[in-house]
């Protein structure tokens, strides 16, 4: 069923010329207009902040693509920090994202799996009063844009001057000039997505007008993203207030190029047929791999003939203790249904270049806003992060794609900063999303506005090159997932000598645990749980674990271990999500 709302929708060089017309407007008015709140005739000095959160985008594929990311390489390789042990707080989209927009673990928040029902109506109880809710209240313009927190893409949230979060795929009520049930582009199709667009007034608690609904017919979020980056920021200038802007555009996640669509009009190459394969060996029921973005036309084909990497662990359980039972589960040790087959091989290489090309989109994507913030004026006094919400594996541990898990491939992500006073480099500090939203709320002078503690640990005295040490800041780092069998915790520890990852423990609910000397294993291939090394770093972390695993506060920072814990099922119960949300976009993020 096809509903053809595209007369909506402004083409790009519609939207590329608003943008120009606002920014020409925005500089020309800036030393006239006084502050709408009518605090002040002043500009505030405060600086900007541009948050970027990429999706499904692993540490491994950033770096094997690095070179060919030019403004990447200028703008946050040259000119900014890596934090290179950075990682998920949870490893799938929707914990991820709501985890970093409150501040707080999961455990905290209630929010575990994707568009569960339980964990939906936790996250409607505090979405109201986020980062942005915070800097709103702080005086900062804020806008969100993109993708928002799986099952909840229906509605629109308070707290933001402006929100333009991608919405569901079918609407549950009219909205938007538009009737109930209209099926919509929504947040997974690359060329026509559809986007809510709501104004508020300066407290972002009143909505100024209905909200509206924009249909991107033919325009990439790549491109219509950008644009309304620079188009909210621009209006901020006008305002004379600093601006945070948070935009979650969809690549490098799988995602189709236009939709929904009658069969017939969807062109061979579009990711929609990938979730109807079927793989010619009569051994796998299951041929289904969507795991391809739709990159823009301009980069499609950069990738061609190029195949994934094959790391040591790919198609290959760790060896020596015994595999935890989800992953056996997962990956069929136990039925003839194993990755990886040759199909299953050729289709990790359809969708690795895929999702490289969406990478490049990604660089454009940083170019179009740096290059309009510069032309604002006000690129020298932004600061810009830029992270996933977590990572991926291809074939890695023989699970044959997508997330969840603990391993390096699915809890790693690139994470870069750049602005006023961040000295270049490499930062080692072990940090996760929380500490992220941390940052923003020092960086902003927002601490009095937010109403809840948090969980994570700002590394703004990190950015430049006299800030504590590793030791003196924290060394390890904290991921947790609560989806029936496959409930775990994982503690990943850094030395301060050689500044890299030296082990990890993955405890599993099934009481079972692995650990992975990552200094000399970084692929995570021997599993040395039942060695005297892992028996003794299990001992030593599990108490501590335990203690992240309810931690609130500062004590996410500085757990105290639990005293006279053992080994035991009771150590980290098995724990249900509930039943799932039946909406679209549970099953484009299903729980594992």
């Given at each position: 069923?096809?509903?053809?709302?595209?007369?909506?929708t402004?083409?790009?060089?519609?939207?590329?010329?608003?943008?120009?017309?606002?920014?020409?407007?925005?500089?020309?008015?800036t030393?006239?207009?006084?502050?709408?709140?009518?605090s002040?005739?002043?500009?505030?000095?405060r600086?900007?902040?541009v948050?970027?959160?990429?999706?499904?985008?692993?540490w491994?594929?950033?770096?094997?693509?690095?070179?060919?990311?030019?403004?990447?390489q200028?703008?946050?390789?040259?000119?900014?920090?890596?934090?290179?042990?950075?990682?998920?707080?949870?490893?799938?989209?929707g914990?991820?994202r709501?985890?970093?927009?409150?501040?707080?673990?999961?455990?905290?928040?209630?929010?575990?799996?994707?568009?569960?029902?339980?964990?939906?109506s936790?996250?409607?109880?505090?979405?109201?009063?986020?980062?942005?809710?915070?800097?709103?209240?702080?005086?900062?313009y804020?806008?969100?844009?993109?993708?928002?927190?799986?099952?909840?893409?229906?509605?629109?949230p308070?707290g933001?001057?402006?929100?333009?979060?991608?919405?569901?795929?079918?609407?549950k009520?009219?909205?938007?000039?538009l009737?109930?049930?209209?099926?919509?582009?929504?947040t997974?199709n690359?060329?026509?997505?559809?986007?809510?667009?709501?104004?508020?007034?300066?407290?972002?608690?009143?909505?100024?007008?209905?909200?509206?609904?924009?249909?991107h017919?033919?325009?990439?979020?790549?491109?219509?993203?950008s644009?309304?980056?620079?188009?909210?920021?621009?209006?901020?200038?006008?305002?004379?207030?600093?601006?945070?802007?948070?935009?979650?555009?969809?690549?490098?996640?799988?995602?189709t190029?236009?939709?929904?669509?009658?069969?017939?009009?969807?062109?061979?190459?579009?990711?929609?047929f990938?979730?109807?394969?079927?793989?010619p060996?009569p051994?796998?029921?299951n041929?289904?791999?969507?795991?391809?973005?739709?990159?823009?036309?301009?980069?499609?084909?950069?990738?061609d003939?190029?195949?994934?990497p094959?790391?040591?662990?790919?198609?290959?359980?760790?060896?020596?203790?015994?595999?935890?039972?989800?992953?056996?589960?997962?990956?069929?040790?136990?039925?003839?249904?194993e990755c990886?087959?040759?199909?299953?091989a050729?289709?990790?290489?359809?969708?690795?270049?895929?999702?490289?090309?969406?990478?490049?989109?990604?660089?454009?994507?940083?170019?179009?806003?740096?290059?309009g913030?510069k032309?604002?004026?006000?690129?020298?006094?932004?600061?810009?992060?830029?992270?996933?919400d977590?990572?991926?594996?291809?074939?890695?541990?023989?699970?044959?794609?997508?997330?969840?898990?603990?391993y390096?491939?699915?809890?790693?992500?690139?994470?870069?900063?750049?602005?006023?006073?961040?000295?270049?480099?490499?930062?080692?500090?072990?940090?996760n999303?929380?500490?992220?939203?941390?940052t923003?709320?020092?960086?902003?002078?927002?601490?009095?506005?937010?109403?809840?503690?948090?969980?994570?640990?700002?590394?703004a005295?990190?950015?430049?090159?006299?800030?504590?040490?590793?030791?003196?800041?924290?060394?390890?780092?904290?991921?947790?997932?609560?989806?029936?069998?496959?409930?775990?915790?994982?503690?990943?520890?850094?030395?301060?000598t050689?500044?890299?990852?030296?082990?990890?423990?993955h405890?599993?609910?099934?009481n079972?645990?692995e650990?992975?000397?990552?200094?000399s294993?970084?692929h995570?291939?021997?599993n040395?749980?039942?060695?005297?090394y892992?028996?003794?770093?299990?001992?030593?972390?599990?108490?501590v674990?335990?203690?992240?695993?309810?931690?609130?506060?500062?004590?996410?920072?500085?757990?105290?271990?639990?005293?006279?814990?053992?080994?035991?099922?009771d150590?980290?119960?098995?724990?249900s999500?509930?039943?799932k949300?039946?909406v679209d976009?549970?099953?484009?993020?299903?729980?594992?």
């Amino acid at each position: 069923f096809f509903l053809g709302f595209f007369w909506l929708t402004p083409t790009h060089h519609d939207r590329m010329m608003l943008v120009a017309v606002v920014l020409f407007a925005a500089v020309a008015a800036t030393a006239a207009v006084p502050n709408p709140a009518g605090s002040s005739d002043v500009v505030d000095s405060r600086p900007n902040i541009v948050f970027i959160l990429a999706d499904d985008l692993n540490w491994d594929l950033v770096r094997t693509n690095r070179k060919s990311m030019p403004n990447l390489q200028k703008h946050f390789i040259e000119d900014g920090i890596e934090f290179y042990n950075h990682v998920a707080v949870a490893p799938v989209c929707g914990p991820s994202r709501s985890s970093l927009l409150a501040g707080r673990f999961p455990h905290n928040v209630g929010y575990v799996a994707n568009g569960a029902t339980e964990s939906v109506s936790a996250f409607s109880k505090v979405e109201n009063h986020t980062v942005g809710a915070w800097l709103t209240d702080a005086g900062y313009y804020t806008a969100f844009l993109g993708k928002y927190v799986n099952g909840m893409e229906c509605h629109v949230p308070s707290g933001w001057r402006h929100w333009g979060g991608l919405t569901c795929a079918m609407l549950k009520k009219a909205a938007g000039g538009l009737p109930k049930h209209s099926r919509l582009g929504g947040t997974y199709n690359y060329y026509n997505s559809s986007q809510w667009g709501q104004d508020y007034d300066p407290t972002g608690r009143h909505a100024l007008g209905d909200p509206t609904i924009t249909i991107h017919n033919g325009v990439h979020q790549s491109e219509f993203l950008s644009a309304m980056v620079l188009e909210q920021a621009s209006k901020a200038v006008v305002e004379k207030r600093p601006f945070f802007i948070h935009t979650t555009p969809l690549m490098v996640h799988y995602g189709t190029c236009y939709g929904p669509q009658p069969l017939q009009d969807y062109a061979p190459t579009d990711p929609f047929f990938e979730q109807r394969l079927t793989d010619p060996n009569p051994a796998y029921t299951n041929g289904k791999i969507p795991i391809s973005p739709c990159p823009t036309v301009k980069n499609a084909h950069t990738y061609d003939g190029h195949v994934a990497p094959h790391y040591p662990s790919w198609n290959k359980t760790a060896s020596g203790a015994p595999v935890p039972s989800w992953i056996r589960h997962r990956v069929g040790l136990d039925t003839p249904h194993e990755c990886c087959d040759p199909f299953q091989a050729n289709r990790q290489n359809f969708g690795f270049r895929n999702r490289s090309a969406a990478l490049q989109d990604l660089d454009d994507f940083f170019g179009t806003i740096v290059d309009g913030l510069k032309n604002m004026g006000v690129y020298d006094n932004t600061y810009i992060i830029f992270s996933s919400d977590n990572g991926y594996h291809l074939g890695e541990h023989r699970l044959e794609f997508g997330k969840s898990e603990p391993y390096e491939t699915d809890v790693r992500l690139p994470m870069f900063v750049r602005g006023p006073g961040v000295e270049s480099g490499q930062r080692a500090h072990p940090t996760n999303h929380l500490d992220i939203t941390a940052t923003i709320v020092e960086l902003s002078n927002a601490k009095e506005f937010v109403d809840v503690t948090l969980d994570g640990k700002s590394f703004a005295n990190v950015l430049s090159k006299n800030g504590p040490s590793l030791t003196e800041w924290r060394q390890f780092s904290f991921t947790e997932f609560y989806v029936n069998n496959n409930t775990w915790w994982a503690y990943r520890f850094i030395n301060e000598t050689t500044l890299e990852a030296e082990y990890k423990l993955h405890w599993w609910c099934t009481n079972t645990s692995e650990v992975f000397r990552i200094a000399s294993d970084p692929h995570e291939t021997q599993n040395l749980a039942n060695d005297p090394y892992g028996q003794s770093i299990r001992s030593k972390v599990l108490p501590v674990a335990h203690a992240l695993g309810k931690c609130s506060g500062q004590d996410c920072s500085a757990p105290q271990a639990t005293a006279g814990l053992t080994s035991g099922f009771d150590v980290l119960p098995c724990h249900s999500p509930g039943p799932k949300l039946n909406v679209d976009e549970v099953w484009l993020d299903p729980f594992e």
